[in-house]
Protein backbone atom coordinates (compact mmCIF):
# COMPACT_ATOMS: atom_id res chain seq x y z
CA UNK A 1 0.00 0.00 0.00
CA UNK A 2 2.81 2.30 0.80
CA UNK A 3 4.33 2.00 -2.80
CA UNK A 4 1.20 3.42 -4.19
CA UNK A 5 1.02 6.38 -2.32
CA UNK A 6 3.91 6.91 -5.23
CA UNK A 7 1.04 7.67 -7.59
CA UNK A 8 -0.12 11.02 -5.84
CA UNK A 9 3.99 12.77 -6.84
CA UNK A 10 2.67 15.19 -9.83
CA UNK A 11 5.62 17.24 -11.30
CA UNK A 12 5.15 20.64 -13.75
CA UNK A 13 7.42 18.94 -16.36
CA UNK A 14 4.77 15.62 -16.55
CA UNK A 15 3.05 15.37 -19.80
CA UNK A 16 -0.08 14.96 -17.72
CA UNK A 17 0.34 17.56 -15.10
CA UNK A 18 -2.95 19.74 -16.05
CA UNK A 19 -4.90 16.71 -16.49
CA UNK A 20 -4.11 15.11 -13.46
CA UNK A 21 -4.57 18.23 -10.95
CA UNK A 22 -7.63 18.57 -12.60
CA UNK A 23 -8.95 15.05 -11.75
CA UNK A 24 -7.23 15.90 -7.86
CA UNK A 25 -9.42 18.68 -7.56
CA UNK A 26 -12.49 17.43 -9.76
CA UNK A 27 -13.07 14.22 -7.25
CA UNK A 28 -13.38 16.17 -4.00
CA UNK A 29 -15.65 18.83 -5.79
CA UNK A 30 -17.94 15.98 -7.03
CA UNK A 31 -18.28 13.83 -3.53
CA UNK A 32 -20.16 16.31 -1.63
CA UNK A 33 -23.03 15.89 -4.69
CA UNK A 34 -25.86 13.33 -5.60
CA UNK A 35 -26.37 11.83 -8.81
CA UNK A 36 -29.93 11.44 -10.02
CA UNK A 37 -30.59 8.44 -7.71
CA UNK A 38 -29.49 9.58 -4.79
CA UNK A 39 -31.30 12.83 -5.70
CA UNK A 40 -34.58 10.76 -5.90
CA UNK A 41 -34.12 9.61 -2.31
CA UNK A 42 -33.81 12.98 -1.20
CA UNK A 43 -36.60 13.88 -2.79
CA UNK A 44 -38.57 10.90 -1.07
CA UNK A 45 -37.34 11.66 2.68
CA UNK A 46 -38.59 15.44 2.31
CA UNK A 47 -41.72 14.40 0.84
CA UNK A 48 -42.24 11.95 3.73
CA UNK A 49 -40.89 14.11 6.37
CA UNK A 50 -42.97 17.03 5.15
CA UNK A 51 -45.99 15.43 4.86
CA UNK A 52 -46.07 13.13 7.69
CA UNK A 53 -43.41 14.43 10.21
CA UNK A 54 -42.48 12.86 13.43
CA UNK A 55 -44.09 9.29 11.85
CA UNK A 56 -41.36 9.64 8.70
CA UNK A 57 -38.36 11.11 11.14
CA UNK A 58 -38.74 8.00 13.49
CA UNK A 59 -38.93 5.51 10.55
CA UNK A 60 -35.76 6.89 8.98
CA UNK A 61 -34.28 6.90 12.17
CA UNK A 62 -34.61 3.42 12.94
CA UNK A 63 -34.01 2.80 9.36
CA UNK A 64 -30.51 5.10 8.57
CA UNK A 65 -29.15 4.61 12.22
CA UNK A 66 -30.49 1.31 13.83
CA UNK A 67 -32.39 2.89 16.66
CA UNK A 68 -36.48 2.71 17.25
CA UNK A 69 -37.39 6.13 18.96
CA UNK A 70 -41.01 7.53 19.12
CA UNK A 71 -41.44 11.26 19.03
CA UNK A 72 -41.60 11.56 22.30
CA UNK A 73 -37.82 10.30 23.02
CA UNK A 74 -36.15 12.80 20.62
CA UNK A 75 -35.65 15.28 22.75
CA UNK A 76 -32.57 14.56 25.27
CA UNK A 77 -34.35 15.63 28.70
CA UNK A 78 -33.18 17.95 31.29
CA UNK A 79 -31.70 15.11 33.18
CA UNK A 80 -29.91 13.79 30.54
CA UNK A 81 -28.09 17.47 29.43
CA UNK A 82 -27.15 18.03 33.27
CA UNK A 83 -25.89 13.96 33.94
CA UNK A 84 -23.54 14.58 31.38
CA UNK A 85 -22.22 17.96 32.22
CA UNK A 86 -21.91 16.41 36.23
CA UNK A 87 -19.54 13.26 34.67
CA UNK A 88 -17.66 14.75 32.21
CA UNK A 89 -14.10 14.71 32.67
CA UNK A 90 -13.49 17.83 35.25
CA UNK A 91 -10.00 18.84 33.07
CA UNK A 92 -11.70 18.17 29.27
CA UNK A 93 -14.74 20.61 31.04
CA UNK A 94 -12.24 23.06 31.75
CA UNK A 95 -10.41 22.89 28.11
CA UNK A 96 -14.21 23.27 26.88
CA UNK A 97 -14.76 26.47 28.99
CA UNK A 98 -11.74 27.92 27.55
CA UNK A 99 -12.26 26.95 23.92
CA UNK A 100 -15.60 28.33 24.47
CA UNK A 101 -14.15 31.83 26.03
CA UNK A 102 -11.75 31.85 22.84
CA UNK A 103 -14.44 31.87 20.33
CA UNK A 104 -16.55 34.13 22.19
CA UNK A 105 -13.57 36.42 22.90
CA UNK A 106 -12.51 36.26 18.45
CA UNK A 107 -16.71 36.58 17.48
CA UNK A 108 -17.28 39.56 19.51
CA UNK A 109 -14.66 40.94 18.20
CA UNK A 110 -15.36 40.83 14.15
CA UNK A 111 -19.24 41.39 14.92
CA UNK A 112 -20.76 44.08 13.11
CA UNK A 113 -24.04 43.76 13.91
CA UNK A 114 -24.82 47.11 15.41
CA UNK A 115 -27.48 49.37 13.76
CA UNK A 116 -26.35 52.37 11.72
CA UNK A 117 -28.20 55.51 10.80
CA UNK A 118 -26.82 58.17 8.62
CA UNK A 119 -28.29 61.14 6.41
CA UNK A 120 -32.10 59.60 5.10
CA UNK A 121 -30.61 56.38 5.21
CA UNK A 122 -29.42 53.58 7.91
CA UNK A 123 -29.23 50.25 8.25
CA UNK A 124 -30.55 47.73 11.27
CA UNK A 125 -29.37 44.22 12.36
CA UNK A 126 -31.69 41.63 13.80
CA UNK A 127 -30.99 38.55 15.36
CA UNK A 128 -32.24 35.40 13.49
CA UNK A 129 -34.73 34.10 15.96
CA UNK A 130 -34.03 30.47 15.64
CA UNK A 131 -31.71 28.27 14.25
CA UNK A 132 -30.99 24.89 14.13
CA UNK A 133 -27.29 23.21 14.31
CA UNK A 134 -26.69 19.97 12.80
CA UNK A 135 -23.98 18.09 15.18
CA UNK A 136 -22.36 14.77 13.35
CA UNK A 137 -22.77 11.65 14.69
CA UNK A 138 -19.69 9.34 14.58
CA UNK A 139 -19.04 7.12 17.94
CA UNK A 140 -16.19 9.94 18.79
CA UNK A 141 -17.77 12.87 20.13
CA UNK A 142 -17.01 16.17 18.20
CA UNK A 143 -18.25 19.00 20.91
CA UNK A 144 -15.87 21.28 19.06
CA UNK A 145 -18.77 21.51 16.25
CA UNK A 146 -21.09 22.77 19.23
CA UNK A 147 -18.95 25.21 20.21
CA UNK A 148 -17.62 26.69 16.76
CA UNK A 149 -21.44 26.70 15.48
CA UNK A 150 -23.42 28.17 18.82
CA UNK A 151 -21.01 30.70 20.14
CA UNK A 152 -21.22 32.85 17.17
CA UNK A 153 -24.85 32.62 17.38
CA UNK A 154 -25.15 33.74 21.24
CA UNK A 155 -22.93 36.80 20.32
CA UNK A 156 -25.46 37.47 17.60
CA UNK A 157 -27.81 37.55 19.85
CA UNK A 158 -30.01 34.78 18.69
CA UNK A 159 -32.21 33.17 22.12
CA UNK A 160 -33.57 29.88 20.56
CA UNK A 161 -30.96 27.37 19.44
CA UNK A 162 -31.63 23.57 19.14
CA UNK A 163 -28.61 20.93 18.16
CA UNK A 164 -29.64 18.10 16.17
CA UNK A 165 -27.68 14.94 16.16
CA UNK A 166 -27.94 11.05 15.35
CA UNK A 167 -28.24 8.31 17.83
CA UNK A 168 -24.62 6.85 17.51
CA UNK A 169 -23.58 6.24 20.94
CA UNK A 170 -25.46 4.24 22.47
CA UNK A 171 -28.38 4.65 20.46
CA UNK A 172 -28.11 8.47 21.84
CA UNK A 173 -26.04 11.10 21.89
CA UNK A 174 -22.52 11.27 22.98
CA UNK A 175 -22.18 12.72 26.56
CA UNK A 176 -19.71 14.72 25.67
CA UNK A 177 -21.48 16.74 23.06
CA UNK A 178 -24.53 16.97 25.72
CA UNK A 179 -22.01 18.05 28.47
CA UNK A 180 -21.34 20.93 25.92
CA UNK A 181 -25.24 22.09 25.05
CA UNK A 182 -25.46 22.19 29.17
CA UNK A 183 -22.49 24.46 29.62
CA UNK A 184 -23.70 26.63 26.66
CA UNK A 185 -27.18 26.09 28.40
CA UNK A 186 -28.48 24.77 25.27
CA UNK A 187 -31.64 22.96 26.61
CA UNK A 188 -33.57 21.71 23.02
CA UNK A 189 -31.28 18.77 21.63
CA UNK A 190 -32.64 16.39 19.69
CA UNK A 191 -31.26 12.58 18.86
CA UNK A 192 -32.28 12.55 15.33
CA UNK A 193 -29.36 13.14 12.57
CA UNK A 194 -29.27 12.85 8.80
CA UNK A 195 -31.45 14.66 5.83
CA UNK A 196 -34.77 13.83 7.99
CA UNK A 197 -33.35 15.73 11.11
CA UNK A 198 -32.46 19.02 8.32
CA UNK A 199 -36.30 19.00 6.92
CA UNK A 200 -38.23 18.14 10.34
CA UNK A 201 -35.92 21.68 11.04
CA UNK A 202 -37.21 23.20 8.25
CA UNK A 203 -40.72 22.11 8.15
CA UNK A 204 -41.62 21.56 11.90
CA UNK A 205 -43.27 18.71 13.20
CA UNK A 206 -45.56 17.91 16.42
CA UNK A 207 -42.60 17.75 18.64
CA UNK A 208 -40.46 20.08 16.49
CA UNK A 209 -40.53 23.65 15.74
CA UNK A 210 -39.13 24.95 12.88
CA UNK A 211 -36.20 26.87 12.71
CA UNK A 212 -35.33 29.75 10.45
CA UNK A 213 -31.71 29.12 9.46
CA UNK A 214 -29.92 26.19 9.51
CA UNK A 215 -26.06 25.87 9.93
CA UNK A 216 -23.21 22.91 11.00
CA UNK A 217 -21.38 20.15 9.31
CA UNK A 218 -22.20 16.70 8.40
CA UNK A 219 -22.22 13.91 5.86
CA UNK A 220 -23.50 14.45 1.99
CA UNK A 221 -27.48 13.73 2.85
CA UNK A 222 -26.94 16.70 5.54
CA UNK A 223 -25.17 18.61 3.04
CA UNK A 224 -27.74 18.03 0.62
CA UNK A 225 -30.84 18.14 2.40
CA UNK A 226 -29.27 21.61 3.42
CA UNK A 227 -28.86 22.79 -0.33
CA UNK A 228 -32.70 21.81 -1.06
CA UNK A 229 -34.03 23.73 1.58
CA UNK A 230 -32.24 27.26 0.65
CA UNK A 231 -34.36 29.57 0.30
CA UNK A 232 -37.09 28.18 2.59
CA UNK A 233 -34.89 28.39 5.61
CA UNK A 234 -31.36 30.31 5.78
CA UNK A 235 -28.67 27.98 5.76
CA UNK A 236 -24.55 28.58 6.38
CA UNK A 237 -22.94 26.85 3.10
CA UNK A 238 -22.04 23.97 1.66
CA UNK A 239 -19.36 21.51 3.63
CA UNK A 240 -18.03 19.08 1.42
CA UNK A 241 -15.26 16.38 2.75
CA UNK A 242 -12.41 18.49 4.64
CA UNK A 243 -9.66 19.47 2.60
CA UNK A 244 -6.29 21.09 3.69
CA UNK A 245 -4.18 22.67 1.34
CA UNK A 246 -0.13 23.02 2.15
CA UNK A 247 2.26 25.22 0.70
CA UNK A 248 5.59 24.96 1.40
CA UNK A 249 9.01 25.78 0.26
CA UNK A 250 12.59 23.91 1.04
CA UNK A 251 12.65 25.38 4.37
CA UNK A 252 9.77 23.32 5.40
CA UNK A 253 9.67 20.31 8.04
CA UNK A 254 8.56 17.33 5.63
CA UNK A 255 7.94 15.35 8.93
CA UNK A 256 5.51 18.06 10.27
CA UNK A 257 3.59 18.61 6.99
CA UNK A 258 2.89 14.73 6.77
CA UNK A 259 1.31 14.93 9.67
CA UNK A 260 -0.70 17.38 8.53
CA UNK A 261 -2.00 16.41 5.36
CA UNK A 262 -2.99 12.49 7.24
CA UNK A 263 -4.72 14.69 9.92
CA UNK A 264 -7.27 15.55 7.30
CA UNK A 265 -7.16 12.04 4.73
CA UNK A 266 -8.14 10.50 8.21
CA UNK A 267 -11.55 12.29 7.72
CA UNK A 268 -12.11 9.87 4.67
CA UNK A 269 -12.99 11.40 2.63
CA UNK A 270 -10.68 14.17 3.07
CA UNK A 271 -8.44 16.16 0.89
CA UNK A 272 -4.54 16.63 1.81
CA UNK A 273 -2.53 18.18 -1.10
CA UNK A 274 0.86 20.26 -0.78
CA UNK A 275 2.11 22.65 -3.22
CA UNK A 276 5.55 23.08 -3.19
CA UNK A 277 8.74 24.52 -5.68
CA UNK A 278 11.39 22.15 -4.12
CA UNK A 279 10.96 18.74 -5.37
CA UNK A 280 13.43 17.30 -2.42
CA UNK A 281 10.78 18.85 0.00
CA UNK A 282 8.06 16.88 -1.98
CA UNK A 283 10.06 13.35 -2.14
CA UNK A 284 10.89 13.64 1.75
CA UNK A 285 7.22 14.43 2.33
CA UNK A 286 6.36 11.30 0.46
CA UNK A 287 8.77 9.27 2.54
CA UNK A 288 7.14 10.59 5.25
CA UNK A 289 3.88 9.61 4.76
CA UNK A 290 4.72 6.38 4.01
CA UNK A 291 6.62 6.02 7.47
CA UNK A 292 3.60 7.65 9.28
CA UNK A 293 0.36 6.23 7.81
CA UNK A 294 1.76 2.72 8.60
CA UNK A 295 1.45 3.90 12.75
CA UNK A 296 -2.62 4.76 11.93
CA UNK A 297 -5.07 2.78 13.29
CA UNK A 298 -7.23 3.42 10.25
CA UNK A 299 -4.14 3.25 7.85
CA UNK A 300 -5.61 1.28 4.99
CA UNK A 301 -8.56 3.71 4.97
CA UNK A 302 -5.95 7.01 5.39
CA UNK A 303 -4.15 5.66 2.54
CA UNK A 304 -7.09 4.96 -0.16
CA UNK A 305 -8.11 8.54 1.05
CA UNK A 306 -4.98 10.03 -0.11
CA UNK A 307 -4.99 7.91 -3.85
CA UNK A 308 -8.59 9.50 -4.02
CA UNK A 309 -8.62 13.05 -2.67
CA UNK A 310 -4.63 13.55 -2.13
CA UNK A 311 -1.39 14.68 -4.43
CA UNK A 312 1.81 16.44 -3.72
CA UNK A 313 2.44 18.94 -6.40
CA UNK A 314 5.76 20.15 -7.39
CA UNK A 315 5.72 23.84 -9.20
CA UNK A 316 8.13 25.68 -11.21
CA UNK A 317 7.78 28.68 -8.96
CA UNK A 318 6.03 30.49 -5.95
CA UNK A 319 4.43 32.43 -8.43
CA UNK A 320 2.75 29.16 -10.07
CA UNK A 321 1.56 27.80 -6.46
CA UNK A 322 0.14 30.92 -5.31
CA UNK A 323 -2.39 31.11 -9.18
CA UNK A 324 -3.12 27.45 -8.52
CA UNK A 325 -3.92 27.86 -4.62
CA UNK A 326 -6.45 30.32 -5.70
CA UNK A 327 -8.18 28.45 -7.90
CA UNK A 328 -7.90 25.59 -5.08
CA UNK A 329 -9.87 27.98 -2.78
CA UNK A 330 -9.24 25.32 -0.18
CA UNK A 331 -11.21 25.12 2.89
CA UNK A 332 -7.51 25.15 5.18
CA UNK A 333 -4.86 26.94 3.57
CA UNK A 334 -1.61 26.35 5.38
CA UNK A 335 1.69 28.12 4.75
CA UNK A 336 4.93 26.76 5.81
CA UNK A 337 7.40 28.94 4.01
CA UNK A 338 9.78 30.11 7.32
CA UNK A 339 9.78 34.11 7.07
CA UNK A 340 8.13 34.69 3.69
CA UNK A 341 4.72 32.61 4.86
CA UNK A 342 3.04 36.15 5.91
CA UNK A 343 4.01 37.53 2.25
CA UNK A 344 2.48 34.74 0.59
CA UNK A 345 -0.69 34.87 2.68
CA UNK A 346 -0.94 38.46 1.56
CA UNK A 347 -1.59 37.19 -1.99
CA UNK A 348 -4.04 34.41 -1.39
CA UNK A 349 -7.27 35.82 -2.47
CA UNK A 350 -9.63 32.50 -1.65
CA UNK A 351 -9.10 30.20 1.28
CA UNK A 352 -11.51 29.66 4.00
CA UNK A 353 -9.06 30.01 6.82
CA UNK A 354 -4.99 30.68 6.21
CA UNK A 355 -3.05 29.16 8.68
CA UNK A 356 0.24 31.12 8.87
CA UNK A 357 3.74 29.48 10.04
CA UNK A 358 5.10 26.14 11.02
CA UNK A 359 3.19 26.40 15.11
CA UNK A 360 -0.30 26.82 13.39
CA UNK A 361 -1.69 23.55 12.32
CA UNK A 362 -5.07 22.85 11.55
CA UNK A 363 -5.95 21.73 14.67
CA UNK A 364 -5.62 25.27 16.40
CA UNK A 365 -8.37 26.16 14.25
CA UNK A 366 -10.62 23.13 14.64
CA UNK A 367 -10.65 23.66 18.46
CA UNK A 368 -8.95 26.53 19.89
CA UNK A 369 -8.05 29.78 18.50
CA UNK A 370 -11.66 31.23 17.98
CA UNK A 371 -12.37 31.24 14.14
CA UNK A 372 -15.56 29.01 13.97
CA UNK A 373 -14.44 25.64 11.81
CA UNK A 374 -17.40 25.93 9.75
CA UNK A 375 -15.34 26.58 6.44
CA UNK A 376 -16.31 26.43 2.94
CA UNK A 377 -14.65 23.38 0.62
CA UNK A 378 -14.81 22.42 -2.99
CA UNK A 379 -13.67 25.92 -4.05
CA UNK A 380 -16.51 27.75 -2.54
CA UNK A 381 -14.57 29.57 -0.09
CA UNK A 382 -14.69 31.83 -3.96
CA UNK A 383 -17.77 32.94 -2.62
CA UNK A 384 -18.67 31.85 0.72
CA UNK A 385 -16.63 33.00 4.26
CA UNK A 386 -16.37 31.34 6.98
CA UNK A 387 -19.38 30.93 9.85
CA UNK A 388 -19.61 34.03 11.95
CA UNK A 389 -21.52 35.56 14.25
CA UNK A 390 -22.21 37.67 11.94
CA UNK A 391 -24.05 34.94 9.70
CA UNK A 392 -26.97 34.95 12.74
CA UNK A 393 -28.04 38.27 11.81
CA UNK A 394 -30.04 39.77 9.26
CA UNK A 395 -30.38 43.35 8.13
CA UNK A 396 -32.84 45.91 6.88
CA UNK A 397 -32.07 48.91 5.19
CA UNK A 398 -33.73 51.96 6.50
CA UNK A 399 -34.49 54.97 4.61
CA UNK A 400 -36.20 57.97 6.16
CA UNK A 401 -36.57 61.18 3.95
CA UNK A 402 -38.64 64.59 4.41
CA UNK A 403 -40.77 66.99 2.48
CA UNK A 404 -37.38 68.63 1.33
CA UNK A 405 -35.72 65.38 0.57
CA UNK A 406 -37.79 64.44 -1.59
CA UNK A 407 -38.20 67.19 -3.00
CA UNK A 408 -35.00 67.95 -4.17
CA UNK A 409 -34.83 64.52 -5.85
CA UNK A 410 -38.67 64.10 -7.70
CA UNK A 411 -37.56 64.57 -10.95
CA UNK A 412 -34.77 62.81 -11.06
CA UNK A 413 -37.11 59.57 -9.49
CA UNK A 414 -40.11 60.57 -12.12
CA UNK A 415 -37.86 60.10 -14.77
CA UNK A 416 -36.01 56.84 -13.66
CA UNK A 417 -39.43 55.51 -12.85
CA UNK A 418 -40.91 57.02 -16.40
CA UNK A 419 -38.22 55.10 -18.39
CA UNK A 420 -39.20 51.96 -16.97
CA UNK A 421 -42.83 52.48 -18.01
CA UNK A 422 -43.65 52.62 -14.26
CA UNK A 423 -46.46 54.99 -13.88
CA UNK A 424 -47.75 54.21 -10.66
CA UNK A 425 -44.14 54.72 -9.37
CA UNK A 426 -43.54 58.09 -10.70
CA UNK A 427 -47.13 58.71 -9.96
CA UNK A 428 -46.34 57.94 -6.32
CA UNK A 429 -43.93 60.83 -5.84
CA UNK A 430 -45.37 63.33 -8.17
CA UNK A 431 -48.74 63.23 -5.99
CA UNK A 432 -46.63 64.41 -2.86
CA UNK A 433 -45.43 67.25 -5.13
CA UNK A 434 -48.64 68.85 -5.86
CA UNK A 435 -49.68 69.13 -1.75
Known amino acids: MANELDKILIKYDQPDFEKRYTETRTA?????????????????????VTQRGDEAV?????KFDGVKLTPEQFRISDAELNEAHKTIDKKLLKSIRQAIKNVKEYQSKIFVGKDKNFKSTGI???SIRRVGICVPGASAPLPSTVIMTAVPAQVAGVKEIVVVSPPRYKGSIHPVILATCRELKIKEVYRIGG?????????????IQSVDKIVGPG?????????KVLGL???????????????????????WIAADMLSQAEHNPGSAVLYTDSEKLALEVLAELKRQIGQLSRSKETADCLLGFGSIVVFRNMADIIKYANLFAAEHLQIQCGKQSRQIASKIKNAGAIFIGEYSPVAVGDYWAGPSHTLP???SAEFFSALSANDFVKATSIIEYNKKKLDESAEDIIRLAEAEGLDAHARSVRIRQQN
Request: proline share 3%.
Open 124 to 126: KYT
Open 58 to 62: AEYTE
Open 28 to 48: VIRATYFDGEKEQQLNTIFNE
Open 195 to 207: AQAVFALETGTKT
Open 233 to 255: VGIDLIAGPSEVLIIANKKANPA
Open 377 to 379: TGT
Open 219 to 227: NAWVQMAKK
